[in-house]
C-alpha cells in the first residue's frame, strides 16, 4: 500500500520534472528555430526580390550581435531603423561582448556586431568574422554609484578605500573590472572590494538591493538605473575610457541593411539616442 | 497441448537477446538520448589542452576556487543532512493538515531557477532583508562572506536529500517500526535503532546528491554570495569567470568538475538503486 503511493507519487514528480525539461528543451528549440528560420526565409526574400522593393509579407531580417550595455539605446535604435526601412525587421542578440565573439565564432548567424570594448572586436577581426574594419561610435567612462540617498556618504573615489566601506566592483578579466583596475593604478587608490562580479549588471544588482555602500559602473548604466541608485562622478574617471566599435559581419545575410544600421547609430538619430543614455562620442 | 507449449516460446522470443523484456524499439530513444548526454562530454574532453592541463588546474585561483567548492559542499552536506533528515521522517511518517502543501514548499528549490533563490536569499539574509537587519545588529553579516555560499548551496541541496529520504522511508515502511515499538521501545529507540539503519543506503545517497548539487551551484551563489577569490568564487563561478579571457583553464577546470561528478555518481549508483532515486 505504501509502497504503491510512494511509487505513484515519486512518478508523479519525475513526470513533472520531465515535463519541466520538455518545456525548456522546446522553448529553446523553437526560438532558436525561430531566428534561424527568419534569417533564412529573409535572404530568400533578399535574393528574390529587387533592391528597395520592401515587401510587407517578406521583410528582411537583420540581425544586430550588440554587447548587454547597449540594450535600451540600441533596441530604440532599432525602431528607428524599422520605421526609416518599412519592410525590414531588426532582432537583436544583447549579451557579454566576448559572449557574443564565441557564439559568432561558433557559427551564429549576425550582420552587425557593436562590441563593449576594442579588445573583442579584434578578437572578432582576427577570426575573420568582421567585414571592413570597425570604427568607434562611442565611449563611456566609470562612476560611482551607492544605493539611494549614498547612505554611507561617498563623494569621491578615495572614500572607497575606507575600510568601513563596502565596495563591489567587476572582476579585472572583464572589461568594466579592467577599468576599475586603471583607475586604481592612476589614483594610487588600491580597492578591497567585498566581490568581484562578472558583469556591470551584477555589480549594479548588489547596489541597488543595498548589499552594499557602492559600486563602481559605467555612467550609462547609472542612467539606465535612474533613482535605483545615486550617481557620484568622479574626475579621475575621465582618464580611463571605454570605447565602443562597431562593424558590419562577413556571415551576415543583409550587408546592405547591415551598412544601413551602423550608419544610422553614426548619424545624428543614433547620436542623440546614446548621448541621452550617458554615452559620449567617439574621438 | 500444442498451444501450451508455443505460447511460453513466444513469450521467450519477445524478450529475446536483451534479457530485460522490453520490446526492442524502446532501446532506440533511450540509446539517442544516451548519446545526447554523453556527447557534450565528449565534445569537452577533445577540446582539453592536455599540454597545459595541469598548469591551468593548479593555478593559484583554481586551486583556491577547487579547495572552497569542496569545504562550502561539505559543510552544506552537513547541513541537509541535520536538517533534511528530520523534514524527511516528518513528510513520511506524519500524519497533519497541509502535509501535502508543505512538501510541495519543500521541493520549490528543485524546480526553482537559481538566480531566483539568490534574489529570495538577499532579500532575506542580505543586508536590508527580512532576516538581515536583526543579524547585522547581532554583528553578523552574511553578505558577500562564505556563509553565504553554504547558505545558498543548501538551500538548493535541501530537497535532493529530503526527496530521497522520504522515498526510502516510504519503501521501507513501518512493519519493523511498529513490530520494535510493540516490544516496547521508545520512539527515540525506534528511530535510532530500527528506522535510520533500515533507510540508512537512501541517506547516503540523498546525501551524496546533494553534494553533487552544491558543488554544481552557481546561479544563487552568484546572486547572494557575490564572487571573490577564496572567500565566494567557488569552482563554478572560477570557470565562468576564467571563460572571459582563457577559454582553456575553463575547459580543464569544466573537466575537473566532471570527474568529480562521475566520481560521485560511480560511488553512489550501487546504492542508489536500492534507495529511491
Redesign the interface.
Known amino acids: 500500500m ?2 504503491t ?2 511509487t505513484t ?2 512518478r508523479r ?1 519525475v513526470a ?2 520531465t515535463g ?1 525539461c520538455v518545456a525548456t528543451l522546446v522553448a529553446g528549440c523553437t526560438s532558436g528555430d525561430g531566428t534561424s528560420s527568419s534569417t533564412s526565409s529573409s535572404a530568400a526574400a533578399g535574393s528574390s526580390s529587387a533592391p528597395g522593393a520592401a515587401v510587407p509579407s517578406h521583410p528582411s531580417t537583420l540581425t544586430v550581435f550588440a554587447a548587454a550595455s547597449l540594450k535600451a539605446t540600441f533596441t530604440e535604435i532599432g525602431t528607428i531603423f524599422q520605421n526609416e526601412n518599412p519592410g525590414s525587421t531588426v532582432t537583436f542578440n544583447f549579451a ?1 561582448s ?1 559572449d557574443l565573439v ?1 557564439q559568432l565564432t561558433a557559427g551564429a548567424p549576425g550582420d552587425v556586431f557593436a562590441s563593449a570594448d576594442t579588445n573583442n572586436m579584434t578578437k572578432a577581426t582576427n577570426a575573420k568574422l568582421v567585414s571592413g574594419t570597425p570604427v568607434n561610435f562611442a565611449t563611456n567612462i566609470l562612476t560611482i554609484v551607492t544605493p539611494p540617498g549614498n547612505p554611507a556618504g561617498i563623494s569621491g573615489f578615495a572614500d572607497l578605500a575606507k575600510p568601513d566601506v ?1 565596495v ?1 566592483v567587476c ?1 579585472p ?2 572589461p568594466c573590472g579592467a577599468a576599475a583596475a586603471s583607475v586604481e593604478s592612476n589614483t594610487g587608490v588600491s580597492l578591497i ?6 558583469s556591470v549588471t ?1 555589480v549594479l ?2 547596489v541597488t ?4 555602500d557602492a559600486g563602481l559602473v559605467y555612467v550609462t548604466d547609472a542612467v539606465n538605473a535612474a533613482d535605483t541608485v545615486t550617481q557620484v562622478d568622479f574626475p579621475e574617471a575621465a582618464a580611463v575610457v571605454n570605447t565602443y566599435p562597431i562593424a558590419t559581419l562577413t556571415g551576415g545575410t543583409q550587408p546592405e541593411l547591415a551598412t544601413k544600421f551602423v550608419d544610422l547609430v553614426f548619424g545624428p538619430e543614433g547620436q542623440q539616442v546614446l548621448a541621452a543614455a550617458g554615452f559620449k562620442p567617439a574621438p | 497441448m500444442a498451444t501450451a507449449a508455443t505460447v511460453p516460446t513466444r513469450r521467450k522470443r519477445a524478450g529475446a537477446g536483451t534479457g530485460s523484456g522490453l520490446p526492442r524499439w524502446v532501446f532506440l530513444p533511450a540509446v539517442v538520448g544516451g548519446v545526447f548526454i554523453v556527447l557534450p562530454l565528449i565534445a569537452m574532453l577533445a577540446r582539453v589542452q592536455w599540454s597545459s592541463f595541469l598548469g591551468l588546474i593548479t593555478s593559484e585561483s583554481s586551486v583556491a576556487a577547487l579547495w572552497l567548492s569542496l569545504k562550502t559542499s561539505t559543510a552544506s552536506t552537513v547541513l541537509c543532512v541535520l536538517l533534511g533528515t528530520p523534514m524527511a521522517l516528518v513528510l513520511a511518517r506524519a500524519r497533519f493538515p497541509g502535509l501535502r502543501l508543505a512538501r510541495s514548499l519543500v521541493l520549490l528549490p528543485l524546480v526553482l531557477p537559481p538566480v531566483v533563490g539568490g534574489i529570495a536569499l538577499i532579500y532575506t539574509y542580505g543586508r536590508q532583508g527580512l532576516l538581515g537587519s536583526s543579524l547585522e545588529f547581532l554583528g553578523l553579516r552574511i553578505a558577500f562572506s562564505t556563509t553565504a555560499v553554504v547558505i545558498a548551496q543548501t538551500f538548493v541541496a535541501l530537497p535532493f536529500l529530503v526527496l530521497s529520504l522520504e522515498g526510502s522511508l516510504r519503501t521501507a515502511g513501518r512493519r519493523y517500526e511498529a513490530v520494535a515499538a510493540t516490544l516496547g521501545a521508545n520512539p527515540t529507540t525506534v528511530l535510532r535503532r530500527v528506522t535510520i539503519p533500515l533507510v540508512l543506503p537512501g541517506l547516503l545517497s540523498g546525501a551524496v546528491l546533494a553534494f553533487a548539487r552544491a558543488l554544481g551551484e552557481f546561479g544563487a551563489t552568484l546572486t547572494f554570495a557575490g564572487s571573490l577569490q577564496g572567500t565566494t568564487r567557488t569552482l563554478p563561478l572560477e570557470i565562468y569567470l576564467q571563460r572571459e579571457t582563457d577559454p582553456d583553464a575553463a575547459v580543464a577546470l569544466s573537466l575537473v568538475l566532471v570527474v568529480v561528478a562521475v566520481l560521485i555518481v560511480l560511488a553512489t549508483r550501487g546504492r542508489a538503486s536500492e534507495g529511491s532515486l
Open positions: 505504501s509502497r503511493r510512494s507519487r515519486l514528480v513533472a520534472l519541466l557579454g566576448s564565441t563596502s563591489v572582476a578579466q572583464v572590494p567585498v566581490s568581484e562580479e562578472n551584477d544588482g548588489k538591493t543595498g548589499q552594499v
